[in-house]
């Protein structure tokens, strides 16, 4: 039987919602509680594949606050402890992260897919060209499925990490509120309820998501949800910024009372 080193498999690099890699069904993750160092070398050589990483970078990735780490002992030993949360993939490790010519790499052996990537290609795709709204409502909903959750979160306050999940998070964002125009005009009120319950478990401070599920759930004569997800909505945000839903909000959820006291009645009668 052929292992899967020799299959040569495609590695799968996630990092969206937590970090994983993945190969020949098999999968490493972060979940367990062991030092973070070596996760985090592995992260920022898996994420930075296409370049040579120099040792002076990566002690100020890794040590940045302590100038006084004996680089080439430090990082050997780290390099060692990272190959070794690789050997479950059962690729030899030292395959995977490369040492040469004086600096560090991920492999270029074997292909490995980021899912920032493929999340980035769909929503340039989707946000800056014209296509059928069939082909752009998948796409949107495949890329949706792509963010389970900001990039790299266990390492959200790295420096490095900062900007780039900063930059994902707004094109995630953007990629929200294009779905929820697609399905708007098809009047899928019931997938817009779903698209939004997500984006606010992943956003919850976006006061258009919450809009939209309460719009989505009014339309949906869901009127009782509706107005407690505005209730909801009104305390969040108080409670967060002591400020209160824009007009917009607020003139929608006149709309849904005036409706729920006309409903009341007409079943009183």
């Avoid at 002992?73 to 949360?85: C, N, P, Y």
């Avoid at 994902?168 to 899928?188: A, C, N, P, W």
């Avoid at 997500?198 to 004569?221: C, M, R, W």
């Amino acid at each position: 039987m052929p292992s899967a080193f020799d299959l040569n498999p495609t590695i799968y690099i996630h990092t969206l919602g937590g970090f994983s890699i993945e190969a020949g069904g098999k999968v490493i993750n972060d979940s367990s509680n062991q030092s973070k160092k070596p996760w985090a070398l592995l992260e920022y050589l898996a994420i930075f594949q296409k370049k040579d990483i120099s040792p002076a970078e990566l002690i100020q990735v890794i040590w940045p606050d302590d100038p006084g780490i004996n680089p080439a002992g430090a990082l050997k030993t780290l390099m060692f402890r990272s190959r070794k949360l690789l050997e479950p993939l059962g690729i030899p490790p030292q395959k995977l992260l490369v040492q040469q010519r004086g600096s560090y790499c991920w492999t270029q052996d074997y292909l490995s897919v980021l899912d920032i990537d493929q999340f980035e290609s769909i929503c340039t795709r989707v946000l800056n060209h014209d296509m059928d709204e069939d082909e752009a409502l998948n796409l949107c909903l495949e890329g949706l499925e792509l963010y389970k959750g900001d990039f790299l979160p266990k390492s959200e306050y790295e420096s490095w990490v900062i900007p780039i999940s900063t930059y994902y998070h707004s094109l995630y964002q953007k990629l929200v509120y294009k779905t929820i125009e697609l399905l708007m005009e098809r009047e899928d009120y019931g997938a817009i309820t779903s698209v939004c319950q997500t984006a606010i478990g992943i956003e919850p401070f976006d006061e258009q998501f919450h809009y939209y599920l309460v719009y989505s759930l009014y339309k949906d004569n869901h009127i009782s949800q509706a107005v407690d997800h505005y209730n909801h909505t009104l305390d969040l945000f108080y409670n967060e910024f002591s400020i209160s839903p824009s007009e917009h909000f607020k003139e929608l959820y006149k709309t849904i009372r005036n409706k729920a006291v006309s409903y009341t009645h007409l079943r009183a009668h």
